[in-house]
Each structure stands twice: as C-alpha cells, then as structure tokens.
C-alpha cells in the first residue's frame, strides 16, 4: 500500500488563520495528493496549495463532493450560509464523510442543523500554535464516528500538537482559553520586549528573549509536572530581583486581568 493510498481525502473549506494552520499540519502526516483547499478568494486557495503541494478548488461544492474529513474553516457567521449552500451537494453523496467543524461558538447539533442532516461530526477547537506543531486542540466525536475514524483523523492530525477529548460542556471554555490564548500570550511577550528595549535592549534581542523564555517555561510546566505557582516560587529568592517584579505585577492586577480576560472571551463566545 502506497502512503496516498493509507489516507483518505481531506478537505478545507475556508484557509484563513485557522484553516491555513490545520492544512500546514496536516500535511506533515498526509500527502499533498489527499488534501483539497477552497476559500472564497480563490486565489487565496491557491497560494497556500502551491505551498503546500495540493488542490486547490474553485468552489466550496468540489471539496464537498471529494472529501472524507471535510473542514468547516469560516467563521461563525457565515457558516448557516455556507452550510445551507453545500447542503444539495453533501445530501446527494452516497458514499460516507465527516464533517469537521473548527468554528468557535457551534456545537455538534448546531452544525447538523445547519447542513439539514444528522452526519457524523467531529467539533475540533484547535490553535494557532498548531501551524508548527506546537497547537492544543480539543475536540469531540459524535457517537455516529467510530474508533476508527477517530483513530485516523488523530493520526492525521498528529502534526499539529496535543489533542485531547473535552465533553461538550467544556467545549467553549476549553476553546477559549487555548485558542485565544495566544493573542494573550502574544501580547505579554510584546509587552516583555518593549520593558527590555526600554532599559537598553535591542529591539530583536529583546523579541528573541521573552519569546524563548515563554516557550520554555511552558515546556517546564508540561514536562516538569509541577504547579506553575511552585515554578513561580522556585524562581523567587528571598530578597531577590524576581520577587521584586512579582510584586510589581501583582499590584497592577495581573493577574486578575488575566482571569477577566478568558472569561470575557468566554461570554462572548457564548453569545456568538
């Protein structure tokens, strides 16, 4: 068995942040032959296939046709559309496929209701971090998936990072804290950066070191198995210099903006 022939077709409709990223991990496990791209700016598509190695569609009811795992990469708002203008094309396949939704704010009912038909669902809360293999992803299987399939699409999606199974209740918050944190954790390492680059640093050093210093200490807390509070402390000397910025962070509500904004996030979410 050839390594195209282990695989079945994969498809993505829509390859914006999210879409582009799954692809990119995609296809360090799956060959370029098994991968199908279509977004609403064609050309779009097109640029990420020739990266890639793959096809890339010129509409939405190609991928809809061919694909096995069918990616649901656009946003919220527009995936009733969407759904419902593909729904002639996955009601007349007689073969079988799975619908992958990526979007955040749906569950699994939302997207069956959607597409007007009670297909086996996979509801993927991935990252941005997953385009380097880097990513935490969530996800859930409607009961029609079986292990199977369940196992094939985790092999598939190896590239990507961690995966791990969240019941659908935690579906949004787990979501949320992994796929927006980055946006957060960017922000702190910008913010690390320009308190270097103001005592001297140059710009890109500063970028190098608070970036690397946020990898690894995410390693540490992963590998390690410690709370990251004992971590913190093991870090702050009596009468240090580390304790010194601690205090600082905490006087400004560190903290507590941290909290605030994965639960702003959450509500948000929920009223998409």
Request: proline content about 5%; some cysteine; aromatic content about 6%.
């Amino acid at each position: 068995m050839s390594t195209q022939d282990k695989w079945p077709m994969f498809g993505f409709i829509g390859t914006g942040n999210m879409g582009g990223a799954l692809s990119r991990a995609l296809r360090r496990r799956v060959p370029g032959e098994n991968i199908l791209l279509s977004n609403r700016t064609y050309e779009k598509a097109a640029l990420l296939a020739a990266e890639l190695g793959c096809a890339a569609e010129r509409d939405n009811h190609a991928v809809a046709a061919k694909a096995e795992y069918i990616f649901l990469g656009v946003k919220p708002q527009g995936m009733a559309g969407m759904l419902e203008d593909i729904a002639p094309t996955l009601r007349s396949r007689r073969d079988r496929f799975i619908l992958v939704n990526i979007a955040a704010g749906l569950n699994i009912e939302d997207i069956r209701r959607m597409s007007g038909g009670s297909y086996p669902v996979i509801n993927l809360k991935p990252n941005t971090p997953a385009a380097i293999g880097e990513g935490m992803s969530l996800y859930l299987c409607s009961p029609e998936v079986t292990e199977g399939e369940e196992a094939l699409f985790l092999e598939a999606m190896e590239g990507s990072g961690r995966l791990s199974p969240l019941p659908e209740k935690l579906m949004d918050i787990g979501g949320v804290l992994a796929g927006c944190g980055p946006a957060f954790v960017d922000m702190f390492i910008e913010a690390l950066a320009d308190g270097g680059v103001a005592c001297g640093l140059p710009r890109a050093t500063a970028i190098e070191l608070a970036a690397q210093m946020v990898a690894g200490s995410a390693r540490l807390v992963l590998e390690s198995g410690k709370h990251p509070g004992q971590l913190k402390d093991e870090v702050c000397s009596p009468g240090g210099v580390t304790i010194q910025g601690v205090r600082k962070l905490e006087s400004c509500g560190f903290r507590s903006a941290a909290m605030e904004a994965v639960i702003v996030a959450y509500e948000k979410n929920r009223s998409l």
